[in-house]
């Protein structure tokens, strides 16, 4: 087992991040010490719901499923979520665990922050994008019809619990969706302020079909380098004020696309992964970066063979792009590589992106 712990010191708050490749017949009774013989409840994943209720074995009285999808985080199961709670009678001394992927742990967490005001919430990630990004930091949020993650709160778990077992049965697609998410941190990964580099863009060149094998102990590395990248960031600016605004890169494309498409069409980590070419792109045509530096970034996310996006008309990416939550009223945001494995925060008018784009 290795056990990393996120600090937050302008709240005095710390919990801890097990990390774990054991039996998954034993992480209920790992999560119940953190219960601790007080009352809660359970949303599971739907899919993971099939595959290891019988394994979990959790009460079916204290279970809610909710189905799988980007397009779930919405405000009726938002409503669900809160329903079941109250059914239940639980206090703030109580606990809501999320079992699930990302969508499972954003939209619980959400849930939890504004149950009488906040209440422990249990994150058990189990796709490869939570284990390595969303189960960690306290972003929560739902979606609407005006774009993703704009209705939200910054909310940190009582713990968090991932076991790389739940890997296995994760689909290709899927599996693949959270590894684009993990090639954002490779080229990151500078502006992170860890105390030793891993230097995750060679762990990647180098381990690249270990990884698409889901070879387990290949995948644990993976998991705690990201793991400790995103806290070394969140330690230090816990709601994005400044630091953080890094762990964005990509993603200002890949929302878009997401909101373009209803959040139907292609999983976040596709996203992402189209959204960091086209931030190299611009940065390339922005003279930030050199050839090799981009022909660097195409060599590396081609060895993981996203699926392919369609282009979109530039006006009307862009005017989604204005309503992004990060967006100002005159500037679209972008973080941008800089150097290798370095980035920085852009502001562009949607006039100056047109022409660039």
């Known amino acids: 087992m290795d056990k990393f712990d996120v600090n937050i010191t302008s709240k005095n708050l710390s919990y801890p991040i097990f990390i774990k490749n054991d039996n998954i017949e034993n992480l209920k009774n790992a999560i119940l010490e953190e219960v601790k013989n007080k009352n809660y409840i359970v949303v599971f994943?739907?899919?993971?719901?099939?595959?290891?209720?019988?394994?979990?074995?959790f009460p079916k009285s204290q279970t809610l499923i909710l189905n799988d999808g980007e397009s779930e985080k919405n405000f009726k199961n938002y409503t669900k979520i809160l329903n079941f709670a109250l059914k239940h009678k639980l206090t703030r001394e109580d606990s809501i665990i999320a079992i699930g992927g990302g969508v499972i742990g954003d939209i619980t967490g959400f849930a939890a922050s504004t149950y009488m005001r906040g209440?422990?919430?249990i994150q058990v990630?189990?796709?490869?994008?939570?284990?390595?990004?969303?189960?960690?930091?306290?972003k929560t949020a739902i979606n609407t019809t005006y774009g993703k993650n704009l209705i939200g709160t910054f909310y940190q778990p009582k713990a968090v619990f991932i076991n790389v077992n739940f890997l296995k049965t994760?689909?290709?697609r899927q599996f693949k969706s959270g590894l684009g998410e993990v090639v954002k941190y490779g080229f990151i990964e500078n502006s992170c302020p860890t105390e030793?580099?891993?230097?995750?863009?060679?762990?990647?060149?180098?381990?690249?079909?270990?990884?698409?094998?889901?070879?387990?102990?290949?995948?644990?590395?993976?998991?705690?380098?990201?793991?400790?990248?995103?806290?070394?960031?969140?330690?230090q600016d816990e709601k994005e004020s400044g630091l953080r605004k890094i762990l964005n890169f990509g993603h200002?494309?890949?929302?878009?696309?997401?909101n373009i498409t209803n959040y139907k069409k292609y999983t976040h980590g596709e996203c992402v992964a189209e959204g960091i070419i086209f931030a190299f792109n611009l940065a390339s045509k922005l003279n930030l970066i050199?050839?090799?530096?981009?022909?660097?970034?195409?060599?590396?996310i081609k060895k993981f063979k996203f699926k392919k996006i369609a282009k979109f008309n530039k006006n009307k990416i862009i005017?989604?792009?204005q309503t992004d939550k990060k967006a100002t009223d005159e500037y679209i945001k972008f973080i941008l590589p800089t150097h290798y494995g370095q980035v920085g925060e852009f502001n562009f008018t949607p006039e100056e992106l047109k022409e660039i784009i």
Do not use: W
């Not at 189990?126 to 960690?136: E, I, Q, R």
């Open 125 to 138: 990630p189990t796709t490869l994008l939570a284990c390595t990004d969303s189960s960690v930091g306290g």
């Open 319 to 321: 005017s989604i792009m």
């Open 119 to 121: 209440i422990n919430y």
């Open 252 to 258: 200002t494309y890949a929302h878009a696309v997401e």
């Open 170 to 172: 994760l689909d290709e």
């Open 45 to 57: 994943s739907k899919k993971i719901h099939k595959l290891y209720s019988k394994i979990l074995d």
């Open 196 to 235: 030793e580099k891993a230097n995750l863009i060679s762990f990647l060149n180098s381990n690249y079909e270990k990884i698409l094998a889901k070879d387990i102990l290949t995948l644990m590395e993976l998991i705690k380098i990201c793991i400790n990248m995103k806290i070394s960031v969140v330690q």
């Open 290 to 300: 050199d050839r090799e530096y981009e022909f660097l970034s195409e060599d590396l």
